[in-house]
């Protein structure tokens, strides 16, 4: 980067809405202990304010932490930062996110997911390193966030333990988009807000055709967008032609991005786990009469702000995770977005100039379909590893801690159930030597006691390389053209063959373990159709998977013995995590799951054990997909033996001893929806020929 570039970046930024309020900014943070910024997304809280507090001397005490719920956000705001302060990344600002930590000695400024935050709270409660601590994008209601808010909350009601080994207080910034800021206000103790005022430009938008009420599952709203931006880019620009459509279509943006354009366009995908230097390029200006057309997950609705965005192009859907009550598991699904999330987006059209909005579905999808806002994460995912965290540091009453809005109580009970199936917690719902391991790996807690489960049979060699590739992105390439599909299943095939081609968790030891021997892994990955990025994330999480195995290693760690057969060692750990995940064989190819849901699934046709189902009685899994169908998938048989006397677990949980309610305390009314719920979930009897 020369001089003058970092100049401009520099000088840009006095242009910010935020800038005329340095002063009274510093101020306010100064003044009280809890502070509230909110401003139009774009106005420079995220990138100016940490840079703010540096200059008037927050960092001479203890350093400035900033959370994103989001790993791309936190990396791509610490590089622009970096760079207006001129320094390198990594050194005064730097960023840690899960499996990615870029700071150093000198890092004083430090972007982070707030899963990092939150693990640094378990090693240290008051946050002593930090002087002043901002927890940025709060509107998005992360899990994570939303614990944090509770806790700093917490923090502060015992001042003893908020002023504890520091000399200066901390102090806690809340920056938000224009929502919910009284309500935020009011949760933490009628602290003031700051509002920034924003300029904005108008917006126009528009209904379209393709999406109505009755396409709330729609799969085809991926294609309607193209046709639109492409319509779009035509009619307000360039001439269109057929081939410009047949091309974008033809565009997989997750694989080999760079070769594809349409003419006029430069198309750039923006996505969670896309690498660096591809996210640099979004925000760089198109070369003179080209256009620059992003393809964006919800990330870019306030996360990140890209200058010069006119027009935007609405699917109206979101992939979000949500726990599904068919399955009881948290699954990815396609969901309308909220009305609050569609303003947001069209409002990216407005930051510098007029602009448009095109929603491809109708008004009437949105009046029936679309709720007014987004229900927060913690009403709807899995809380288990959450409050394993709470229940460390040592909140006991899980149920009544400082939520700005609570989860359901059966969500928290459910969390409990499964904490205790994993021998984390005890019966009381005290934290077991097994939880307080366990709480140290960023993993979910089912792998994770696998993962134990092996060290402390020391074979953790086959468990952490598979913890590792179940916790990047698929790594296997199913490339568009159907010759080359062919080719690659193929591949993937013998690679499964190479581990018995009866066990995916095997096959994904397997592949780790081939490439990793390779003299030219990257050219290995390309002849075997998988993601040499993604196995490369594999290879360096492994590596800080065992980091902190022999970390814990060095405690009280537990040894056991095996005295079975040495070939069932490895699928006898994973049944220790995955118990939760049995499903038995039915009929034909249907199987049974034995959680108490007793959903009726099929193993995914990219399992090694596909059109096999005939061999199997006893399988585990590690997710599912649900189409019109239940598909489970990175499957792996097991004999019932090896589960017999984990499975009871699932069943005998006295859920109310568990969160050490009484009983007393518990209305008539969610007592009778559990035990409901309880009734429905009667084990399915076992017969002599699955044994
Ligand atoms: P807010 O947090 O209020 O939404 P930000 O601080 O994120 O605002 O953004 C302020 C400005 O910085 C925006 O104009 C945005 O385009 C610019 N910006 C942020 N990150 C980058 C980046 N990595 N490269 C170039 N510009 C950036
Ligand atoms: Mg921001």
Known sequence: MSKSARWDSKDESKHLPIYQHKHNLIQAVKNSTFLVVTGETGSGKTTQLPQYLHEAGFCK??????????????????????????????????YQVRFDDCTSQDTVVKYMTDGCLLREIL?????????????????????????????????????AKASKGRSRP??????????????????????????????????TCMFGTAVGPKDTESTGYVKEVVKMALDVHSSEMFRACDLLFEKAEAIDYRYDVQDQTVEGLLILPLYGSMPTDQQRQIFQPPPPGIRKCVVATNIAATSLTI??????????????LNHNSRVGMDILEVVPISKSEAQQRAGRAGRTSAGKCFRIYTKEFWEKCMPEYTVPEIQRTSLTAVVLTLKCLGIHDVIRFPYLDSPEERFILEALKQLFQFDAIDRRGRVTQLGELMVEFPLHPGLTRAVLKAASLSCQDMLLPVAAMLSVENIFIRPGHPDKQKEADKIHRALAAKSGGMNDFATLLTVFQLCKSSDRPSEWCRQNWIHWRAL??????????????????????PVETFDGNKGELFRQCLCTGYFTNVARRSVGKVFCTMDG???????????????????LNWVIFHDVLVTSRVYIRTVCPIRYDWVKDLLPKLHEVDVYELSSVAREEVTDEEMMKWETREAAKRQPEVSAEDV
């Open 61 to 94: 005490k203890g350093n400035i932490g900033i959370t994103q719920p989001r790993r791309v956000a936190a990396i791509t705001v610490a590089q622009r930062v970096a760079q207006e302060m001129q320094c390198t990344l990594g050194r005064e600002v730097g």
């Open 307 to 320: 200058n010069g965005i006119k027009y935007i192009i609405d699917s109206g859907f979101v992939k979000q």
């Open 123 to 159: 090693a240290d409660p008051g946050l002593s390193q930090y002087s002043v601590v901002i927890l940025d994008e709060v509107h998005e209601r992360s899990l994570n966030t939303d614990i944090l808010l509770g806790l700093l909350k917490k923090l502060f009601s015992s001042p």
């Open 597 to 615: 849901h007793g959903s009726m699934v099929q193993i995914h046709p990219s399992s090694s054990l596909f059109d096999q189902e005939a061999e």
């Open 536 to 557: 490369k994330s594999a290879f360096s999480v492994e590596t800080q998977l065992r980091e902190i195995l022999l970390r814990l290693q060095q405690r009280d760690f």
């Open 170 to 203: 901390l102090k806690v910034v809340v920056m938000s988009a224009t929502l919910e800021t009284d309500k935020l206000s009011a949760f933490l103790g009628n602290c003031p807000v700051f509002t920034i005022p924003g300029r904005t430009f108008p917006v």
